[in-house]
């Protein structure tokens, strides 16, 4: 069993940071991507940044800039540092990770419960 665990989301005025953490926990040999995703009421779920194992970094280009992800890949943990939050960055934001459980299996893709960011005065 895979759990993937997020944390820090909140109510921030415009302008303001939060910090989002998601650890991956079970068992677990490897995770190559992990990465934020976002769902505004309305919307698709849209990426928002991934980070792999080598540390190369991607991001959605309405964030670029203001979010910065980072992982720790001794605590299976990911974070997402976000500042200059903006209203129209409101949405619930859910953490995605490809891992592996066993050597001899391939990857495959989990996903959090999602954890709710708003932004507004």
């Known amino acids: 069993q895979v759990q993937l665990v997020e944390s820090g989301g909140g109510l921030v005025q415009p302008g303001g940071s939060l910090r989002l953490s998601c650890a991956a926990s079970?068992?677990?040999?490897?995770?190559?991507?992990m990465g934020w995703f976002r769902q505004a009421p309305g919307k698709s779920r849209e990426l928002v940044a991934t980070?792999?194992?080598?540390?190369?970094?991607n991001y959605a280009d309405s964030v670029k800039g203001r979010f910065t992800i980072s992982r720790d890949n001794t605590k299976n943990t990911v974070y997402l540092q976000m500042n200059g939050l903006k209203p129209e960055d409101t949405a619930v934001y859910y953490c995605?990770?490809?891992?592996?459980?066993?050597?001899?299996?391939?990857?495959?893709?989990?996903w959090g419960q999602g954890t709710q960011v708003t932004v507004s005065s």
């Open positions: 995605n990770a490809d891992l592996k459980r066993w050597y001899r299996q391939n990857y495959q893709n989990y």
């Open positions: 079970g068992t677990i040999f490897t995770i190559d991507t």
């Open positions: 980070i792999r194992i080598s540390g190369y970094t």
